[in-house]
């Protein structure tokens, strides 16, 4: 979430005070992502630092008597943010993808198991926007598309696990077919029958990207 | 709280012998007054057979099946004939609406075989597809209206005649994210406003989180369930707490 491009944003109506900001940041993500006062002023001092935005009244104060203006240089910067995707190209390093296929390396685990326990924690937050939206006003279609937004990112990593269990499942099946060309004799474990590739999936490497680092399992 | 659905070790085979196929394992489960519950499990877990068992469309092979508190293990067939008529209504996937007939009339029909006049049962139709914002599509056939407005029709005639149960098969699976969330607000609201019990199979996480509860089914049997968590708010506070990264 880039509060600075928020700002900016926000300031592209007209010139504001940082208190006002604050609140119209927070009611733009339906409250989802509050802001303490600290970071507004902060953020908006390295806009004005940055020149991409200016400020009226007092030099030395950050106070509410001080209002800000997008510049220019800001108008540019925000126009060129909007039509910027973000890098999506690398994986995530995703924890509860890891959890599973790491839980395929350890002997006696049941993968189902495990896979069913982060289903339901997920199914269980996703009552629980769907609660929220419920609950709130259908006009507020900041606060909608912010609900929308979690409930569908929810919704791809159980839809992920819903095809991990059942490639997992058709994996063992296929191994424990009369029919399958083993390559390890019977009777090792059922765990080590589909050895996990060197990479944690059939992609030459797992970059590390800080930036886009998704927590499945929590926020 | 009453049970209005209640299964109690539930089994079901079809075939015999090498042929047998296990659709059902001792499933059981209760829902009470009010309450929306969810059954979600993949393609052939079994939750459909769970749902026609649960409306007496299918006898289970062994177990038990209540209905508000009464079993219908010896019921007999007109009385059971009469117990989904007036107390348990169904709504599909696909609709299933008459073709021939409009959305009044649809509606309308079960009341009819059940014994009410064809003018109350208008009224009570029409009054039924208002409540869901459908009386100006009353006259129209089910081709003339579109994919929501055809399972509004059939939600209302589910529900019409105050059925204390509705039994939904992934209702909202041929609707768009827009219609889905309408159809699912429409039924959560009428579990709490009416107190009808409904229950809803589904593989779709987006559609089980509209159930007070959502419970797991796999290979026929039952193997979890949600608990609710701390109160919806608290995704609020936790996110209150989440500060938003600041750039530099």
Known sequence: MSVRHAMLALLSEGPKYGLRLREEFEAQTGEIWPLNVGQVYTTLQRLERDGLVESDGDSDSDGPQKAYRITEAGAKELDTWLRTPPDLSAPPRDELVMKVLVALKVPGADVAEIIQAHRRYLVELMQQWTHIKEDGDPADLNSGLAIDAELFRLDSVVRWLDAADARIRRAKADAESPFANRATPAGDSPNDERPVPNGPWPLPRLRGNSRQEVRTTQR | ?248
């Open chain 2, 1 to 248: 709280m009453t049970n209005m659905i209640e299964l109690r070790q539930v089994s079901k085979s079809y075939g015999q012998g090498d042929a047998e196929v296990h659709a059902l394992h001792k499933a059981s489960l209760a829902a009470i007054e009010g309450e929306m519950v969810a059954v979600m499990g993949p393609s052939g877990s079994g939750k459909s057979t769970l749902l026609t068992i649960a409306g007496t469309l299918e006898e289970p092979t062994t177990g038990e099946v209540l209905i508000a508190g009464q079993s219908v293990k010896d019921m007999s067939k007109a009385k059971k004939a009469q117990l989904r008529r007036r107390t348990i209504g169904y709504v599909f996937q696909d609709f299933n609406l008459l073709p021939g007939l409009t959305a009044a009339e649809n509606v309308s029909l079960p009341l009819e075989l059940d014994g009410t006049s064809a003018r109350r049962a208008r009224v009570v139709a029409l009054k039924a597809l208002d409540g869901l914002g459908l009386g100006n599509r009353a006259g129209h056939y089910p081709d003339q209206l579109s994919g929501g407005e055809r399972q509004r029709v059939a939600i209302a005639r589910a529900m019409v005649g105050e059925r204390k149960i509705v039994l939904a098969d992934e209702p909202s699976g041929a609707l768009d994210s827009a219609n889905s969330e309408a159809i699912m607000r429409l039924l959560h609201s009428a579990c709490k406003d009416t107190g009808m019990t409904t229950m809803v199979v589904t593989h779709d996480a987006q559609l089980a989180s509209w159930a007070d509860r959502v419970i797991f089914i796999r290979d026929g049997r039952i193997t979890d369930q949600t608990t609710p968590l701390a109160g919806p708010e608290s995704l609020l506070v936790k996110a209150a707490s989440t500060n938003p990264e600041l750039d530099r």
